[in-house]
């Protein structure tokens, strides 16, 4: 089964480094593209910081972070990973987001964002297909873990 996982991340950083190139490739920087009026739209920015923009320019803190993290990851999906798909498929998105992140801040010293959506008149964040990925997979792992929780609980009332 953990083939699969990690099928599953190769597919995810591959569809992030494909999406980022044709964006870089077809765009210039700051380019809007309207495919939903007023909600969604490609829009071809660049982020050398974390989420939300924060801690820019700190690329020594996101090499050690991101190492550390997928060091974390492969070691769960090795460990945990045939035990359960709830938690080898979220631990697999979070690999391939953190990887595909990584790719782009190790070759450009920033990352590529695209996707801009706004919920409400809030311009949400741009992202990128390894953001979506992590955020996903951390989502996906914080339900996982707290079913098993409740199912502790019971077991235990």
Same mark, same amino acid.
């Given at each position: 089964? !953990?083939?699969?996982? @990690? =099928?599953?991340?190769?597919?995810?950083?591959?569809?992030?480094?494909?999406? $980022?190139?044709? *964006? *870089?490739?077809?765009? &210039?920087?700051?380019?809007?593209?309207?495919? #939903?009026?007023? +909600?969604? @739209?490609?829009?071809?920015?660049?982020? /050398?910081?974390?989420? %939300?923009? #924060? =801690?820019?320019?700190?690329?020594?803190?996101? %090499? #050690?972070?991101?190492?550390?993290?997928? #060091?974390? *990851?492969?070691?769960? !999906?090795?460990?945990?990973?045939? &035990?359960?798909? !709830? %938690?080898?498929?979220?631990?697999?998105?979070?690999?391939?987001?953190?990887?595909?992140? +990584?790719?782009?801040? !190790?070759?450009?010293?920033?990352?590529?964002?695209?996707?801009?959506?706004?919920?409400?008149? @809030?311009? @949400?964040?741009?992202?990128?297909?390894?953001?979506?990925? =992590? *955020?996903?997979?951390? =989502?996906?792992?914080?339900?996982?873990?707290? /079913? &098993?929780?409740? $199912?502790? $609980?019971?077991? $235990? /009332?």
């Amino acid at each position: 089964m !953990l083939i699969v996982y @990690y =099928l599953l991340t190769v597919f995810i950083i591959g569809l992030d480094q494909i999406t $980022k190139f044709l *964006v *870089v490739e077809n765009m &210039d920087i700051g380019e809007n593209i309207e495919v #939903i009026p007023d +909600f969604f @739209y490609l829009t071809s920015h660049r982020n /050398a910081g974390a989420a %939300f923009g #924060i =801690l820019q320019g700190q690329m020594w803190l996101f %090499f #050690i972070v991101t190492v550390i993290v997928i #060091i974390a *990851v492969v070691y769960h !999906l090795q460990k945990y990973g045939n &035990d359960s798909k !709830l %938690f080898g498929i979220p631990l697999a998105l979070i690999l391939g987001g953190a990887v595909g992140n +990584f790719i782009d801040r !190790l070759l450009f010293g920033e990352v590529v964002d695209f996707f801009n959506v706004y919920i409400f008149t @809030y311009n @949400y964040p741009i992202f990128n297909i390894a953001d979506s990925a =992590l *955020v996903v997979g951390v =989502l996906l792992l914080v339900i996982k873990i707290t /079913a &098993d929780e409740w $199912k502790e $609980k019971r077991k $235990k /009332a």
